[in-house]
């Protein structure tokens, strides 16, 4: 069974990075027919997608977020990470990560919706 | 970048009615929308793919249609372990939400 745990900080000073991990059990990073994808939620609001990866591509974000955004990849232990810089109050969320069903579209591979998810981490931007 | 709109908010239903949620996309998305259902302190569940396919697992009480711009998502018969937020989300370009549609107690 498909299992992702998100592991990182609950709290995060303004203006500090936030750094978070996405641990996948149950099923290879590698596999071909999926992209990777961090998801957030402020307190008592809606659902923002922040970004995805596939295992050997670029990674690519949301407009708003893609100046202070990186997503990257360790296939070697399975995990898939979110560093979010300059973080303010703003960017209080819980943090999902989650797996992204893909189809190949005219010999591009485009991502589609997302089918199993973390359980989230709440990070809290105060000093 | 695609903008998703719910209606209505909030919905207040009794076990056993028919509840219908709209998503309406500000631009052609053709079928590519799916519907999540988001309990309280809970990862969100996918209903519906592709606008109208069921996960698998999901009761077939929910159903999906639409396409292009306007969708809907029909619960047929208001279970209690229904009450909970719905979202939609499109990916015809990098993925948007629908600002959720929470089904209350009457």
């Known amino acids: 069974q498909l299992q992702l745990r998100e592991s990182g900080p609950g709290l995060v000073k303004p203006s500090e990075t936030l750094s978070l991990t996405c641990t996948v059990s149950g099923d290879s990073l590698s596999s071909n027919n999926y992209y990777w994808a961090w998801i957030r939620q402020p307190p008592g609001k809606g659902l923002e997608w922040i970004g995805s990866?596939?295992?050997?591509?670029?990674?690519y974000y949301d407009p708003s977020l893609e100046r202070r955004v990186t997503i990257s990849v360790d296939t070697s232990k399975n995990q898939f990470s979110l560093n979010l810089s300059s973080m303010t109050a703003a960017d209080t969320a819980v943090y999902y990560c989650?797996?992204?069903?893909?189809?190949?579209?005219?010999?591009?591979?485009?991502?589609?919706?997302?089918?199993?998810w973390g359980q989230g981490i709440l990070v809290t931007v105060s000093s | 970048d695609i903008q998703m709109t719910q209606s209505p908010s909030t919905l207040s239903a009794s076990v056993g009615d028919r509840v219908t949620i709209t998503c309406r996309a500000s631009r052609s998305i053709s079928s590519w929308l799916a519907w999540y259902q988001q309990k309280p302190g809970k990862a969100p569940k996918l209903l519906i793919y592709?606008?109208?396919s069921l996960e698998s697992g999901v009761p077939s009480r929910f159903s999906g249609s639409g396409s292009e711009t306007e969708f809907t998502l029909t619960i047929s018969s208001l279970q209690p372990d229904d009450f909970a937020t719905y979202y939609c989300?499109?990916?015809?370009?990098?993925?948007?939400f629908g600002g959720g549609t929470k089904v209350e107690i009457k």
């Open positions: 989650a797996r992204t069903l893909t189809t190949m579209v005219r010999g591009t591979r485009v991502s589609l919706y997302f089918d199993y």
């Open positions: 989300q499109q990916y015809n370009s990098y993925p948007t």
């Open positions: 592709q606008a109208s």
């Open positions: 990866i596939y295992y050997s591509g670029r990674p």
